[in-house]
């Protein structure tokens, strides 16, 4: 863990042995560890996710770094972050639950008190993510067929016969509660172009939810009747045709200020947006996860996101053109590659949203 005299120089006044404060004026860095999980369907962009973290940090204007705690999360970051950005390919389905661990470190602005005004000074911050990348299919109800309580069929078959099955999914079913249960933030993925096709977000967004509910009430306890974590709702893929039209067409767009004019929706309508997504399902029942959120999280510990992993296609000119800019190549034997460069959408955002709300604050149920 970083130490405060890596940000300031040490005092030279020092008596032997005793500990000096810091000066006043100069900031010192926010240390708190704060669990940030990941939760989401299959096929919703959870490894893409967080493959591209790295990519997003980099992007990101402002002083941030991301780094793994251990070699594994180091790994993960290197091999998948690889993927996608020099062999142009989406990692693999998750098959195995997997704990991972980086800090994000670098300043966030605070105010210097109300008798300056509204000055702002920069003051060093690190947020802990401590997730754990599981298969999607764990988050399955028993409603569906083939997948309820293990991660079998399609890209999250483990290839276990069906005794092992039935066991390794109520073991990564039971770490995801306890680990969701134990965090402070969760990133939620929405994925509207499988809930257009499948119609079953809420189907894997109802067995966590209760399930997660009941292991908070039970064993931590609450204040009030909603669930203590702050949501980060993001509703992914937003480079897909479909999802940019729909956001385009109902007057969700802005354009960022970088010379790339990337699009994105607005930070005041991102709530409304995934209103409309759930709302506009023909398949399945989408409003619900809607209707869940509101109901069981404290509307002001959630927010809102469209976001994409892989960014929109920018070509030779590096701006972004309505004409041409999905990133992604599907050749008709099924394979898809990306074509250009990988410039996440509000991937890092949430994170650091999450890290400022959570900076210093007292988890509700130990309060």
């Known amino acids: 863990m970083t130490t405060p005299s890596q940000f300031s120089p040490p005092p030279q006044n020092a008596a032997p042995g005793q500990p000096v404060p810091p000066p006043p004026d100069i900031a010192q860095p926010q240390r708190q560890l704060r669990r940030i999980g990941l939760w989401g369907a299959p096929q919703s962009g959870k490894t893409t996710f967080l493959a591209a973290l790295q990519v997003a940090v980099l992007r990101t204007s402002g002083d941030w770094m991301l780094y793994g705690v251990n070699e594994e999360s180091n790994d993960f970051l290197d091999t998948q972050t690889g993927m996608l950005t020099q062999h142009r390919r989406f990692p693999a389905a998750t098959r195995f639950s997997e704990a991972l661990s980086w800090t994000l470190r670098g300043t966030t602005q605070q105010p210097t008190g109300k008798r300056f005004g509204k000055k702002f000074r920069d003051v060093p911050i690190e947020v802990n993510i401590d997730l754990l990348d599981s298969p999607g299919a764990v988050h399955a109800s028993k409603s569906v067929p083939g997948e309820a309580m293990a991660p079998s069929g399609g890209d999250d078959n483990l290839g276990f016969d069906d005794d092992q099955e039935e066991e390794q999914g109520d073991s990564d079913e039971d770490r995801i509660i306890e680990h969701l249960a134990g965090c402070d933030g969760i990133v939620y993925l929405f994925d509207p172009t499988r809930e257009r096709r499948e119609g079953d977000s809420y189907s894997y967004f109802q067995r966590t939810l209760l399930k997660l509910s009941r292991q908070v009430f039970r064993d931590r306890g609450s204040k009030d009747a909603k669930l203590p974590q702050h949501l980060a709702v993001c509703v992914t893929k937003f480079d897909a045709p479909e999802v940019f039209r729909r956001a385009r067409v109902g007057g969700y767009l802005t354009y960022d200020d970088s010379p790339q004019m990337l699009p994105r929706v607005r930070e005041d309508s991102a709530g409304h947006f995934f209103s409309e997504l759930c709302k506009d399902s023909k398949v399945g029942n989408a409003d619900l996860v809607l209707n869940s959120i509101q109901k069981y999280f404290h509307h002001e510990r959630v927010r809102y996101y469209a ?61």
């Open 307 to 367: 976001t994409s992993a892989v960014g929109f296609y920018m070509g030779e000119s590096d701006r972004f053109t309505e004409n041409d800019y999905w990133n992604i190549n599907k050749s008709a034997d099924g394979s898809v590659e990306i074509r250009g460069k990988v410039w996440p959408i509000n991937v890092v955002e949430p994170m650091l949203w999450l890290g400022n709300r959570l900076d210093g604050e007292t988890p509700q149920w130990s309060r």
